[in-house]
């Protein structure tokens, strides 16, 4: 089963535009991550946040965390069409070192 | 970026014949992954390794298995392949400290299964 679950599944916006992404999970974690993935690549890792941590920055993105909530939001601002890609959740449950994905959020950005 | 190369990146194959796929790393991490990514299941986890010849399954691992002989090697076999097995394949990595590090990911092999 799915730990994370993302919202929406799919967001198109205009450059210059703020995106937010949202994930909700179900088990405690150590923390939680936000991959990117272009269209035939593989993903790569953009933020994690430890249980621990309400907020994180990095460059134009900023990860949110609630673990009373379970839930979890990206926020991707000054949006550029280079951000066209999808992005996935993921979670590290207390219990080890392994990830479980949600199934990603499609961004388009237009020019 | 992170040196994992995967080969083969394409491979089309006929059920029922055997499959593998490699994963190779430069960086000396200790865990390796393998994943399947198919449309409305995001990434699902097949087997990981955390040391030579330390494996483990993950959540869909019927039907695939793995061998790490090398720190640097990690192999997926699909000893028998069935069309439900056509997905494209992720390797990742993951640094000696394991907890609370990000995974890095090879660029995948798209396998199809006719």
């Known amino acids: 089963s799915q730990q994370g679950e993302e919202d929406p599944q799919a967001l198109s916006i205009q450059e210059g535009e703020n995106a937010t992404m949202n994930c909700s999970y179900k088990?405690?974690?150590?923390?939680l991550q936000w991959y990117r993935q272009n269209s035939g690549r593989g993903l790569v890792h953009l933020i994690l946040?430890?249980?621990?941590?309400r907020e994180k920055h990095s460059g134009r993105l900023r990860v949110t965390l609630d673990t009373s909530k379970k839930s979890s939001s990206l926020l991707i601002t000054a949006s550029r069409a280079a951000d066209t890609a999808s992005y996935f959740c993921?979670?590290?449950?207390?219990?080890?070192?392994?990830?479980?994905f949600g199934e990603g959020t499609q961004l388009t950005v237009n020019p | 970026d992170a040196g994992i190369t995967q080969s083969p990146r394409h491979k089309v194959t006929e059920t029922g014949t055997p499959v593998t796929l490699r994963c190779h790393q430069t960086?000396?991490?200790?865990?390796m992954y393998w994943y399947r990514q198919d449309p409305g299941h995001g990434l699902r986890l097949i087997h990981y390794?955390?040391?030579?010849?330390?494996?483990d399954k993950g959540e869909v691992s019927d039907g695939y298995s793995v061998s790490r002989s090398k720190t640097e090697d990690f192999l997926l076999t699909l000893e028998s392949a069935t069309s439900s097995q056509t997905s494209v394949y992720f390797c990742?990595?993951?640094?000696?400290?394991?907890?609370?590090?990000?995974?890095?990911f090879g660029d995948g092999t798209r396998l199809s299964i006719l």
């Open positions: 993921a979670t590290e449950e207390t219990s080890g070192s392994r990830l479980t």
């Open positions: 088990t405690s974690i150590n923390n």
């Open positions: 946040i430890r249980s621990n941590e």
């Open positions: 960086e000396n991490h200790r865990y």
């Open positions: 390794s955390y040391g030579v010849k330390d494996t």
């Open positions: 990742a990595i993951n640094s000696d400290r394991g907890q609370n590090q990000p995974q890095h």
